[in-house]
């Protein structure tokens, strides 16, 4: 069974830009979830959805939005990028609550 | 929310060694996770371990979810263990530790 994989894998964006990263979880899951990595505040929960619903949302401004599709694959969006975004992105899927996450390789994301 | 502190930050250790990383969280849970962060910043999954004692080769682990904590044991360390391990806890939202930083010298 394939993994959860992400697109991009590395993107340099100038400030004010806005960008999409797209997550495609493993078959049969059903909940996606995003967490933001950086050296200084480790690693955060961004938001979750399940059948195609954001369940979850965690401590982010709103240019932090996302979306899933009814394939469930997920994009997230952030938009008016400032440097402090500069980060990994991290995707991870699962069946549903309680259960085991996985997760996808990241999105490597630059602001200059 | 919930509080998870992981101990200790930094670890040193000889090939061959072996060690106990440690994973404490505030509240009680219904899921809790290892992980091992690679050099290409990808987690790979160690155990899902909501309580109870799992044994991976030269991996186990133990959580004791009455006393809110969670060990990770490595035997016989290889270099290739080297890199950053996390615990992260809850449902859907995973709260993450700030991870044990390992690395095995030849």
């Known amino acids: 069974k394939a993994g959860v994989t992400q697109t991009p894998r590395y993107l340099i964006k100038t400030r004010g830009q806005q960008v999409t990263l797209s997550c495609s979880p493993i078959s049969g899951h059903r909940s996606v979830s995003w967490y933001q990595q950086t050296p200084g505040q480790g690693l955060q929960f961004l938001f979750e959805y399940f059948s195609e619903t954001q369940r979850n949302k965690g401590n982010f401004p709103g240019r932090f939005s996302g979306r899933q599709f009814s394939n469930s694959r997920s994009e997230m969006n952030v938009s008016t990028l400032e440097l402090g975004d500069s980060a990994l992105y991290l995707c991870?899927?699962?069946?549903?609550?309680?259960?085991?996450?996985?997760f996808g390789p990241g999105t490597r994301l630059t602001v200059t | 929310g919930i509080q998870v502190e992981q101990s200790p930050p930094d670890l040193i250790l000889q090939e061959g060694a072996n060690s106990t990383l440690r994973c404490n969280f505030s509240d009680s849970v219904n899921n809790l996770q290892w992980f091992h962060q690679n050099p290409w910043g990808q987690l790979i999954n160690l155990f899902y371990?909501?309580?109870g004692t799992k044994q991976n080769g030269r991996l186990s682990a133990t959580t004791v979810a009455t006393e809110r904590y969670s060990l990770l044991y490595i035997s016989s360390s290889q270099t290739t263990d080297s890199g950053v391990y996390f615990c992260?806890?809850?449902?859907?939202?995973?709260?993450f530790g700030g991870g044990t930083r390992l690395m095995v010298k030849p």
């Open positions: 992260a806890v809850a449902g859907n939202m995973l709260t």
């Open positions: 371990i909501p309580s």
């Open positions: 991870a899927s699962s069946r549903g609550d309680s259960y085991e996450q996985y």
